[in-house]
């Protein structure tokens, strides 16, 4: 239901199939609900890096010249001085009455209270669903389509590397823009495990977390 609302939410802002929107989120449930309403209207999901900064992180935004830009208000002062995102049509911020300068952007909180019923959208597996970009360690990053086929693909290996086992409990502190993390969240929906979901790793906190929510792989 909540992926529905979202899906429609963006579909009343003008985001259909094919386009592509960028994604500047930490670890959240959140972040998987809009993961898969951009797959459920067949859009395609840009996750950024969250560490990103300065010309690094206006380089993704103008390679990937997204449609729409859905981020959470703790990275907005980062993107405030990209030129990139003046370009943007639509802005979306989760959580921005904590920001002390509201900038001319969306909330995201309205957006996902949409229709409930599914979109009419139609997604085929064959369909590019997201674009990750490269470390950029050998040069400028680059962009790697995925389509939900290979997603299904890297999701159902992972499973099948980890022994999943109905009941599984993992640990989620992969970064979700990140190709490790993104499989995790689907593997969720081929397999019936649970994910306990971290913002990120912490040595410190590893063993508490794993005890707290039972972890067992």
């Known amino acids: 239901s909540r992926v529905s609302r979202l899906a429609n ?8 199939t094919g386009q592509r929107v960028a994604v500047i989120f930490s670890n959240h449930p959140d972040h998987i609900f809009i993961f898969l309403a951009l797959a459920k209207l067949g859009a ?31 990275f907005w002062r980062y993107l405030r001085p990209v030129s990139a995102i003046q370009k943007l049509d639509t802005i979306i911020i989760r959580n ?8 001319d952007a969306l909330d995201f909180e309205v957006i996902a209270e949409g229709d409930a019923a599914p979109p009419p959208a139609v997604a085929t597996m064959n369909g590019i669903r997201s674009i990750f970009f490269t470390s950029g360690t050998t040069g400028p990053p680059k962009g790697a389509p995925l389509t939900e086929k290979m997603l299904t693909t890297c999701a159902a290996a992972a499973g099948r590397a980890a022994d999943v086992r109905a009941g599984d409990v993992f640990l989620l502190w992969e970064p979700i823009y990140h190709t490790s993390g993104a499989q995790m969240c689907v593997l969720a929906l ?28």
Do not use: C
Not at 9 to 16: F, K, N
């Open 96 to 103: 921005s009455e904590t920001l002390k300068e509201k900038p």
């Open 190 to 217: 081929l397999e019936p495990v649970k994910l306990a979901i971290v913002p990120r790793f912490s040595a410190s906190r590893f063993w508490d977390q794993m005890r707290r929510y039972q972890v067992t792989k």
């Open 9 to 16: 939410g963006l579909i009343d802002l003008g985001i259909r």
């Open 44 to 74: 395609v999901w840009v996750p950024v890096n969250t560490h990103l900064r300065g010309a690094s992180l206006g380089y993704i935004i103008e390679q990937s010249t997204p449609r729409a830009l859905i981020l959470d208000a703790e």
